[in-house]
């Protein structure tokens, strides 16, 4: 894992760009859905953050820290979300530590799911709110809220996390261009569209960033296999 990551960092900073990386092996992935997997125990992926977090290197690089680790976090019990969340605080630490140029984003969701205060309250618990581990959240990832839906959401949930100005948020665009279905549908739907392409200078105050987490064409799992390359839902995005 420490090299694949070193690979990604070194090739980013050899084109003078700045790296997007993706942990996603929180425990309970996806809490059984199509997306479930990730390490057998909180223990073994605190080993794998440290053997990621090692790849790092020392230039700018974004950390999107476990998408939907804190707001699809309800099936777990009590007991097991406060240990997630301890987790979650310890991989921020860590990544921070390992790289104090690394801007690590938490999981919030997007304007379509929790209300802001209640995202707020989990984000707090996992680390969001301290800057030894944060730089802010994320939103929208895999989904298609529209920008200003998401700026304005980000905005509520950054004010109720508290954590001082510094910190800000960055937003999933790669298929939000036509906005979500009317009908909540989230697999692969039809008829979506490429957001706003990725930057890292969006004009807009708290927004740190617009990316493209999800990549187009990436399936969900109803057009092809979770997670794998679909060139027919790609060109559909992209018409």
């Known amino acids: 894992m420490t090299a694949r990551v070193r690979a990604v960092t070194s090739a980013g900073a050899a084109q003078g760009r700045t790296p997007v990386v993706v942990p996603y092996v929180i425990p309970d992935r996806d809490c059984g859905g199509y997306s479930e997997g990730g390490a057998p125990d909180l223990a073994a992926y605190d080993a794998w953050i440290d053997r990621f977090a090692a790849g790092l290197g020392s230039g700018d690089v974004v950390v999107v820290l476990e998408p939907d680790s804190v707001a699809q976090s309800e099936c777990l019990s009590a007991g097991q979300r406060a240990a997630r969340f301890a987790s979650l605080a310890r991989a921020g630490r860590v990544i921070k530590s390992a790289n104090p140029r690394a801007r690590v984003y938490y999981d919030a ?131």
């Open 109 to 239: 969701g997007h304007s379509g799911w929790h209300a802001p205060a209640t995202q707020a309250g989990w984000l707090r618990q996992a680390g969001a709110a301290s800057a030894a581990s944060s730089d802010g959240v994320f939103s929208n990832v895999s989904n298609f809220h529209t920008t200003a839906a998401e700026i304005a959401y980000d905005r509520r949930v950054l004010d109720a996390l508290g954590g001082g100005p510094g910190l800000g948020a960055v937003i999933d665009t790669s298929r939000n261009g036509a906005g979500a279905p009317a009908d909540g549908e989230w697999c692969d739907p039809s008829g979506r569209k490429l957001g706003r392409a990725p930057t890292l200078a969006t004009g807009e105050a708290r927004i740190d960033g617009y990316l493209w987490v999800k990549l187009p064409g990436e399936s969900d799992g109803c057009k092809g296999e979770p997670g794998t390359f679909t060139a027919s839902y790609a060109y559909e995005l992209a018409r």
